[in-house]
T-cell receptor
Framework: DQQVKQNSPSLSVQEGRISILNCDYT??????FLWYKKYPAEGPTFLIS?????DKNEDGRFTVFLNKSAKHLSLHIVPSQPGDSAVYFC?????????????FGEGTQLTVNP | EAGVAQSPRYKIIEKRQSVAFWCNPI?????LYWYQQILGQGPKLLIQ????????DSQLPKDRFSAERLKGVDSTLKIQPAKLEDSAVYLC??????????????FGEGSRLTVL
């Protein structure tokens, strides 16, 4: 049962353009959403998060949008830079018995071409 | 500040053998997690510790996997006996649960296991 799904395994964009990474979830108990970034041979690193009480959170070039009715979130990177090339994981958590367990999507490989 | 340390980085074993991974979390982080990441998939939580107590091990295959965090600091994850499908990267992470939970986990570089 894949509760967090990233349907695009890969995305390629030109430097300076916008990168949009998408994520869908099925569990309505999720109330906190995060994006992690992973370079090869390294562990994932936290990028940005959003609580279900918001629909947008911005941090520099990175913005996360949450559409609760559609159970969909997206990460926008503007402008994209070659150093942004990495695998991006969407993750979600819900309060309650699962505590702070994060459920991850499969990841999207972003390639930013110079 | 030192990050999460894991060892070994790479391990190759034959099926039915045993293997152990070690993790040293960031100093002061009470919560420690072990995740399994199979190639092409996202990380999946195996076990979560709060200090030296288990918070969540619902996804740990307990017939072959075990983990401990005896003194509330370092942790070891053991697989015995290993199966081919255990080939994965085992990620250790820690978090600071003081105050409001932010969801930010600090991951180590991982231990890549290949089972032949």
């Amino acid at each position: 049962d894949q509760q967090v799904k990233q349907n695009s395994p890969s995305l390629s964009v030109q430097e300076g353009r916008i990168s949009i990474l998408n994520c869908d979830y099925t569990n309505s108990m999720f109330d906190y959403f995060l994006w992690y970034k992973k370079y090869p041979a390294e562990g994932p690193t936290f990028l940005i998060s959003i609580s279900s009480i918001k629909d947008k959170n911005e941090d520099g070039r990175f913005t996360v949008f949450l559409n609760k009715s559609a159970k969909h979130l997206s990460l926008h990177i503007v402008p994209s830079q070659p150093g942004d090339s990495a695998v991006y994981f969407c993750a979600a958590s819900g309060r309650g018995t699962s505590g702070s367990r994060l459920t991850f999507g499969e990841g999207t490989q972003l390639t930013v071409n110079p | 500040e030192a990050g999460v340390a894991q060892s070994p980085r790479y391990k190759i074993i034959e099926k039915r053998q045993s293997v152990a991974f070690w993790c040293n979390p960031i100093s002061g982080h009470a919560t420690l997690y072990w995740y399994q990441q199979i190639l092409g998939q996202g990380p999946k939580l195996l076990i979560q510790f709060q200090n030296n107590g288990v918070v969540d091990d619902s996804q740990l295959p307990k017939d072959r996997f075990s983990a401990e965090r005896l003194k509330g600091v370092d942790s070891t994850l053991k697989i015995q006996p290993a199966k081919l499908e255990d080939s994965a990267v085992y990620l250790c992470a820690s978090s600071n649960t003081q105050g409001a939970w932010t969801g930010e986990l600090f991951f180590g570089e991982g231990s890549r296991l290949t089972v032949l």
